[in-house]
């Protein structure tokens, strides 16, 4: 009887740091978007600029939110995508300033990477036993985001370190469209709102 208690506590805490992990991954993953982007925002705010934060989530339907005067559209419309919109035009941008606003969201991506890692070794509390197992499932969590992450960067030709890369490349790409600009994503949130 009492090795059958103690497999089910072991059994319970390993349930237990899953489900710690499961949840840990679910707000790294869903805030890690709004805390990069923010980035670049706070970033551009600091340039003299105004930004607007635009996020795509499944989940939550169009919502505003306004922290530290950066608007933050959330909506699941698939003409919403997670990004930064500057209203100044990039031409008034040196190259340090371009570099300066991408290297931001990276800056704020690998805070939210550490304070979850922080998270994750906290669960040592569960079971010191299983805090190993805990960390490594946290690694793996991570390195599998860090991966799909990587994946969408290729998809963009202008990610965050293509642009820190070359910031005149990027600089000419948006004088040349309209699609990626404060105005044009305006326009698209004024129709979701009358929808």
Known sequence: MLIFVAEFKEVYFILGAVIYIFILSIIS???????????????????????????HNGLLKNRYLTYKRVLIFFSNDKRIRSKTYVKTDFTVYTDEQIQKISRAGLVNSCKCAVVMLIFAISGFLFYIEIGIELVLIWV????????????????????????????????????????????????????????
Do not use: W
Request: proline share 1%; aromatic share 10%.
């Open 29 to 55: 993953i869903g805030f890690c978007s709004v805390i990069h982007e923010y980035g670049h925002a706070r970033q551009a705010q600091k340039l003299g600029d105004t930004a607007l934060v635009t996020i």
């Open 140 to 195: 793996i969590c991570m390195f599998l985001f860090a991966t799909d992450a990587k994946k969408t960067c290729k998809k963009n030709q202008f990610n965050d370190f293509a642009i820190i890369k070359n910031p005149a490349a990027f600089r000419e790409y948006m004088q040349h469209t309209t699609k990626d600009t404060y105005e044009e994503i305006n326009k698209i949130i004024n129709d979701i709102m009358k929808e």
